[in-house]
């Protein structure tokens, strides 16, 4: 840089000092003045008590815990060894929120599984049967089905529908009373020979 620069440049230093000072010289000094005035403060000292010191895992609680699912029992057939008819109990987790016998009841309906199947597992309740309600009445429970419940197949076929029923039924209620309601009445013969049936359903109730 030249000399020539070098003056110029001072000169515009001290005409821009000049100018400051003629326009805002007042304010500049009383700012100083107040920053004169004011107090001193004093940080805290530091010391052991003030000292916080941060684990290097910070412990955590449990809020939160796994229930065990409830589970149902649900009766379907199958073969022995033998190709004898048997009943072979199943279980099903429940669904958060359902009632448990209400539960099983819909899932005896709905019939084995694929996996189930392919185990031997059938059902001699006819697909088309719908539920249409189940009653809780204090230690009463009322199973509401359609009436394909009784049609197809012979006495055999009913029997076993009927003990599939029955065994879901009474091992999922708590020992209450069941009773089996076809279209809304009480059922106390089923199937075209009219087999008879005792209520409150038992795994007595077909025997004569």
């Known amino acids: 840089m030249s000399n020539f620069s070098k003056i110029v440049i001072l000169i515009l230093l001290v005409l821009s000092f000049l100018f400051i000072r003629e326009k805002y010289g007042d304010e500049i000094f009383n700012f100083i003045y107040q920053l004169k005035a004011l107090p001193k403060v004093e940080l805290p000292k530091i010391n052991n008590e003030n000292i916080v010191e941060i684990p290097d895992e910070i412990p955590t609680e449990e809020v939160t815990t796994i229930a065990e699912k409830e589970k ?53 309740i006819p697909k088309s049967t719908k539920l249409l309600g189940i009653k809780h009445k204090g230690n009463k429970i009322i199973i509401d089905l359609s009436s394909d419940f009784q049609y197809g197949g012979g006495t ?53």
């Open 72 to 124: 149902v029992s649900v009766y379907f057939l199958a073969l022995d060894s033998n190709d004898n008819g048997i009943y072979k109990k199943v279980t099903r987790d429940v669904i958060s929120g359902d009632d448990k016998f209400d539960y099983a009841i819909k899932e005896l309906l709905k019939g084995p599984n694929l996996v189930e199947k392919s185990m031997g597992a059938y059902s001699e």
């Open 156 to 208: 055999d076929s009913i029997y076993s529908r009927m003990m599939q029923l029955i065994e879901t039924a009474i091992n999922n209620s708590n020992n209450k009373k069941i009773y089996l309601y076809l279209d809304g009445k009480q059922l106390n013969f089923i199937g075209g020979e009219g087999i008879m049936i005792t209520q409150p359903l038992n795994e007595k109730s077909l025997e004569i």
